[in-house]
C-alpha cells in the first residue's frame, strides 16, 4: 500500500507532516473547480451573447482565464487552494513543505496538458503509480505537491488560532522557524514573544502582539491547521 505520508526535518530539527493527497480526492477537487468554472461562463454568455462578434471575444478570453489563470491565482494568493481544494480539505505546496510560488504552479496547470494525454489521462494516471508520493507528472516537475490538511506533529504546542497562509516563497529554513518560534511560545513571556515576532517583521509586516498572531497564523497553516 502506498505510504503517502511525507515527514520532513528541517535543519532546526522541526518535523513537517505532509500527507500527500490521492488520485481520487484530487479528481473529485477537479470536478468541483470544472463546474463551478463552466456554470461562472455560461452565466456570463447570456448578456456576453447579445454582443455579438464582441461578446464572443469576450467569452474566449473569460474561458481563458477561468481555465489556465484561476488555479495559479488561487493557489499563489488564497494558500494553494482553489474552491474546489478547500472544499476538499486540500491545497497545493512544494515539495518541501513550502508555499507554492508563482512559477511553479504555472509550470504545474501548464503540464495538465500533458497529463491528459492521450485524452484519458494516461499520463498523468502513470506518473501517480510510480512517484512514491502519487503525484501527476505537473507536480513532480513542478517541484509541488497536493497535500490534506495533516494533524500537528506529536507533542506539538503550537496554540490554536485562526491559520493564515505565508507570503509566497517562504523558504524552508525559513518556515521552520516560524514553527519553531510558535511550539515556544507558551514557554516564552509576552514581552519576549513580541521582541523575537520583530525580528521576523520582514516575514509579517507586523510588530509587537499583531506580528506574534501572524506568526502563530502562520505556523498553524504550515502544521495543516487549515
Known sequence: MLDTLRQIETPEGVFLRLR????????????????????????????????????????????????????????????GQTLGKRALGLRVVSADGAPVTLVPSVVRNLLRVVDILPGVYAVGLASTLIDPYGRRLGDVIAGTMVIHGGELPAGSQVPAVPAIAPPPGLAAEEQAVIVEFAERCAQLTPQRQQELADLLQPVTGCTGDAGVQRLLGYANWLLGRT
Open 20 to 79: 500527500a493527497a490521492g488520485a481520487l480526492p484530487r479528481a473529485q477537487a477537479w470536478t468541483i473547480d470544472f463546474v463551478l468554472r463552466m456554470m461562472v461562463f455560461w452565466i456570463a454568455m447570456i448578456p456576453l451573447s447579445l454582443l455579438g462578434t464582441a461578446g464572443m471575444g469576450v467569452g474566449t478570453l473569460l474561458l481563458f482565464a477561468l481555465m489556465w489563470i484561476y488555479a495559479v491565482v488561487c493557489e499563489v494568493w488564497f494558500g
